[in-house]
């Protein structure tokens, strides 16, 4: 799930938070002057994708293999295709519009919201996750609780799949008319037709293979992008001085303006950034959103998968520099940028300076990593998508016992059914105007209400097998009342989208965990026989299973991984809170 980060707030102009306007509406005149050379980087970029989706194609002999990569993966290559499945471009232009908007606010959904998560998960949740040997998210549901809860979940997981996918292709299309002049239709099935080429063509191993390539292009596309930026601006001094001049102190400050009952931009205090963000949402995403967790289950032993996010979270630290500071740039190049005194919106800002500021050749190498980024973004979701859909409920409720080969045969058709389905969501997603919103508005829905569920059945062994089914579907049906009926209807008075989706998300959580505990006060709790290994404190066999060699050095303890990562996102917060 673009996604987010967490996946950012988008950034609407002032007064336009429920306006038609469309969810990337890029400004007309930002046509990038492409040429030959630029085209022919792009070119080479397909070329490659679709080379290593064949070089993957032979290492496809079980559905093992194709869904899960035959577990085989080494950390560091499963570590950055995590991270590069969750860097989506919907990411980077909406973190860029986050900053020319808000300024330094943007660091809390790197710093609060998805480094303490993703630790969570690799030092407590990945031992559970891959010590039992499941192929999916809600197949641990399934061993946890019973088949409500897990069929609840698969189809839920889904049918999110197919919508966050088709985000960010129609992110994808918006942007390349915008940019290059390609017609939608036209930026649409030519993404889609890479992307399920290669994955169809390689399964999960080609995803991840081509996520690793795209976070290095993403890289090369945004580094050139700060650097001439901060050299356009003088200087980081020079940037903050000039911010500070025209939007006040708080503007590059992680914390001013977030105190109980202060007006800022987000509409949410500190209280709300740190529980409904830092804690319900981020935690919700990182650890039970299966497009990130299958990264970390396709490694080949459990140090290797505990390592997974953890190695993610160290580039996902610094990242936030490479979207936060363009941000910033426009809004110092264009000091009315999102108002009714520029043509320019907020989501402007990448690819003005991507026309202001880079030759012919990094401008090439920059649009391919627009493209790489959308395409990382989608593939993520549709390589779990079909493993969830085979595996969970196709193999599990629809033909069961088939041999193997029949299964990675459905697998293949399944992933093409997948991308038509997200061409679809790709227009219905049209039809909102705040695209990043409509994205944490979706994981405050799917991914909340699944979370509550893992945690309190991970943490209470009393939780009952029925409590599962019923603790999901509170979580869900609280969150969609809250935002629905309660926000939009303008019951309860919240100022912004984004503030909406932190309550329903706080929302969702609440009534999950409340149903659970009432459900299992009145139903029988599963034997303690069959908990080994999927309760904290119980052990399973795959959970005890010895490091491989070299695991054991010190420098690849997860314990030291983590708390490095979270001591060094801590220390990053210093220089934002003065």
């Not at 809004?331 to 500021?357: F, R």
Request: charge should be neutral; aromatic fraction near 14%.
């Amino acid at each position: 799930m673009q996604t987010p980060t967490y996946a950012p707030t988008y950034a609407p102009t002032p007064g336009q938070v429920h306006g038609p306007t469309h969810a990337l509406d890029l400004a007309a005149e930002l046509r990038l002057p492409t040429n030959a050379l630029d085209y022919t980087i792009l070119g080479i970029y397909f070329v490659v994708v679709l080379g290593i989706g064949f070089a993957a194609r032979r290492s496809v002999k079980t559905s093992l293999d194709f869904f899960l990569s035959g577990r085989s993966l080494p950390a560091w290559i499963t570590g950055l295709a995590f991270i590069s499945a969750n860097l989506a471009a919907t990411e980077i232009l909406g973190m860029a519009a986050n900053s020319a908007q808000y300024g330094a606010y943007t660091v809390h959904w790197y710093w609060i919201g998805a480094i303490p998560a993703m630790v969570f998960l690799g030092l407590v949740m990945m031992p559970f996750y891959y010590g039992s040997k499941v192929r999916s998210v809600p197949e641990f549901l399934l061993l946890r609780f019973d088949k409500g809860a897990h069929l609840l979940s698969s189809l839920l997981f889904a049918f999110a799949a197919i919508l966050i996918a088709g985000v960010n292709l129609y992110a994808l299309a918006i942007v390349v008319e915008a940019l290059l002049g390609w017609p939608q239709w036209v930026a649409i099935v030519v993404a889609g037709f890479f992307v399920l080429a290669y994955i169809t063509l390689g399964g999960l191993s080609s995803a991840i293979y081509n996520e690793v390539l795209q976070f290095f292009v993403i890289l090369a596309a945004l580094i050139p992008l700060t650097v001439l930026g901060l050299k356009k601006v003088d200087g980081w001094g020079g940037l903050t001085d000039s911010l500070t001049a025209s939007h006040g102190d708080d503007f590059v400050t992680a914390w001013g303006g977030t105190g109980i009952g202060s007006d800022n931009p987000l509409g949410a205090n500190w209280l709300t950034i740190v529980l409904g963000l830092g804690f319900v949402l981020s935690f919700g995403y990182w650890t039970t959103n299966f497009a990130e967790v299958q990264r970390a289950l396709s490694a080949k032993n459990l140090s290797a998968a505990q390592r997974t996010p953890l190695i993610a979270a160290y580039p996902k630290i610094f990242i936030v520099f490479l979207v936060m500071i363009p941000g910033l740039v426009a809004a110092v190049l264009v000091p009315k940028i999102g108002t009714s005194g520029s043509d320019l919106q907020y989501n402007d800002a990448i690819p003005y300076l991507m026309q202001e500021l880079l030759p012919n050749g990094v401008l090439g190498i920059a649009v391919t990593g627009l493209l790489a980024a959308f395409m990382a973004g989608m593939a993520a979701n549709i390589s779990s998508f079909n493993t969830v859909f085979t595996t969970d409920i196709w193999a599990k409720y629809v033909v069961l016992g088939r041999e193997d080969a029949y299964y990675v045969r459905f697998g293949r058709l399944i992933t093409a059914i997948g991308v038509m389905a997200s061409i679809g969501t790709a227009f219905l997603a049209s039809s909102f105007s705040n695209i990043m919103s409509y994205l944490q508005t979706l994981f405050s829905f799917f991914n909340v209400p699944m979370f509550v569920v893992f945690i309190v059945g991970m943490f209470w062994k009393r939780a009952s097998k029925k409590s599962g089914f019923w603790g999901l579907l509170a979580g869900t049906t609280a969150a969609m009342i809250n935002y629905f009926v309660l926000y939009k209807q303008d019951v309860i008075g919240i100022p912004t989208d984004q503030g909406a989706n932190f309550v329903s998300a706080i929302a969702g959580f609440v009534a999950g965990a409340v149903v659970m505990v009432a459900v299992s006060l009145f139903t029988a709790p599963k034997p303690e026989a069959e908990l080994r290994g999927l309760v904290y404190g119980t052990v399973s066999p795959g959970m005890a299973e010895p490091p491989a060699a070299g695991d054991d050095a010190w420098y690849r303890k997860p314990a030291l991984l983590g708390w490095g990562a979270v001591i060094l996102a801590a220390a990053c917060y210093i220089p934002f809170s003065f």
